[in-house]
Each structure stands twice: as structure tokens, then as C-alpha cells.
T-cell receptor, first 114, second 116 residues
Framework: GENVEQHPSTLSVQEGDSAVIKCTYS??????FPWYKQELGKRPQLIID?????GEKKDQRIAVTLNKTAKHFSLHITETQPEDSAVYFCAASATDSSASKIIFGSGTRLSIRP | GAVVSQHPSWVICKSGTSVKIECRSLDFQATTMFWYRQFPKQSLMLMAT?????????EQGVEKDKFLINHASLTLSTLTVTSAHPEDSSFYICSAPLPNSYNEQFFGPGTRLTVL
């Protein structure tokens, strides 16, 4: 089955700097890669996703890149703000004829220093 | 927009008792739902896929007789933790695929289970 690895486990950056989180996946059939932000005790919130037919996607300060050949994908947050502090999860999913399960990475605790 | 609810939001029970958690899709139908468990400071681990009208599909290492899943209707899946023990204390989260999407899912708010 799919295995998603995520690094780093913790990340501290100065407010205004950029943060990068990297993930790898194992199943070449995976074609959907969402990123979630989770605050303590809350549900994961989708912040951006990318499908395997594109290599990059951007939404304001957040961007995601995908390298299908290397099975790598990354999250980039620019101009970080205190409200970006949270736990971030990458995930991977493979489309089949029915709804597909999402497999999560281990998470990155991002702290923004004022 | 699509909304998934869970009930209860938190529950405390004694060791040995059973606890039922409900997951509902409020404004759409979901033939498939997913159940995750999240221990403190860990990731969401997929427990099982709940299938309307058929048996649930469990992930490796998850005891199907301990975590009973019933997908009673197109909007309701239930997870029953039987004979709960302190090690079952966790955050249980369900999800359902968004309508007309094979991949995107909406997550419920989670249920915090504490077993004394």
C-alpha cells in the first residue's frame, strides 16, 4: 500500500521568511496530493492540493510542487505570518473506480517566530 | 458547501464499555466514508473504509471485531469501539468524499474518546 514520508517533523522560521515542507510517496498509482493544516483539537483543513497532471500550483502565499518521476512533492509558504503556526500534513491518494482513501504523512509542526 | 458532522464531540467512558461514534454527511450522500484515529502529536492513521450496504474494509492491524463499523444509510456511518480500554483513548475523525469527486474529502470535526 501507499506510504507517505514527511520532513521535517518540526520547523521554526522567522516571521516573514519562507517555510518548506517535503514529502515522498511510494505508490506510483497515487495521483492526488492534498495538504492539510490542523490546529490543536480540530479537523484537518485542506489548504491546497495538486493532481498528477500538473507540476506546480500556487494560491497566494502557498505553493505546491510535484515531481512524479522522483515521487516527491513539497509545500512552500512565503511571507509567513503568526497564524501560519500549526501542524501541516501532506497526503496522497490514488483514484480508482470508487472513492479513494487518503494516506497521510507524519506531519510537520510549524512555528512562526515573531 | 459539503459538511460532515460527528457525534459526540467528546466522550469519557469506563474501561470495558462500548462507545458509538456517529458520522453524518449533512447535505450530500456518501456511499463511502473513512475512519481515522489520531493519537496525540501523531498523524491521522486510516482505520477502515465504511461502505454503504456492504462490509467495511479494515486496514492492516485494525481489529474488525473491536472497531465495528456500520454504514446504515447514505448519510450515516457509525464506529463502535467495543470493550474500550485506556489505550483506545484517541481522537477519532471520519471523512467523506465530496460529491462528484473521487479524491477530495471533507473531514468531520472529530470525537475525543477518553477511556478511564
Amino acid at each position: 500500500g501507499e506510504n507517505v514520508e514527511q520532513h521535517p517533523s518540526t520547523l521554526s522560521v522567522q516571521e516573514g521568511d519562507s517555510a518548506v515542507i517535503k514529502c515522498t510517496y511510494s505508490d506510483s498509482a497515487s495521483n492526488y496530493f492534498p495538504w492539510y493544516k490542523q490546529e490543536l483539537g480540530k479537523r484537518p483543513q485542506l489548504i491546497i492540493d495538486i493532481r498528477s497532471n500538473v507540476g506546480e500550483k500556487k494560491d497566494q502565499r502557498i505553493a505546491v510542487t510535484l515531481n512524479k518521476t522522483a515521487k516527491h512533492f513539497s509545500l512552500h509558504i512565503t511571507e509567513t505570518q503568526p497564524e501560519d503556526s500549526a501542524v501541516y500534513f501532506c497526503a496522497a491518494s490514488a483514484t480508482d473506480s470508487s472513492a479513494s482513501k487518503i494516506i497521510f504523512g507524519s506531519g510537520t509542526r510549524l512555528s512562526i517566530r515573531p | 458547501g459539503a459538511v460532515v458532522s460527528q457525534h459526540p464531540s467528546w466522550v469519557i467512558c469506563k474501561s470495558g464499555t462500548s462507545v458509538k461514534i456517529e458520522c453524518r454527511s449533512l447535505d450530500f450522500q456518501a456511499t463511502t466514508m473513512f475512519w481515522y484515529r489520531q493519537f496525540p502529536k501523531q498523524s491521522l492513521m486510516l482505520m477502515a473504509t465504511s461502505n454503504e450496504g456492504s462490509k467495511a474494509t479494515y486496514e492492516q492491524g485494525v481489529e474488525k471485531d473491536k472497531f465495528l463499523i456500520n454504514h446504515a444509510s447514505l448519510t450515516l456511518s457509525t464506529l463502535t469501539v467495543t470493550s474500550a480500554h485506556p489505550e483506545d483513548s484517541s481522537f477519532y475523525i471520519c471523512s467523506a468524499p465530496l460529491p462528484n469527486s473521487y479524491n477530495e474529502q471533507f473531514f468531520g470535526p472529530g470525537t475525543r474518546l477518553t477511556v478511564l
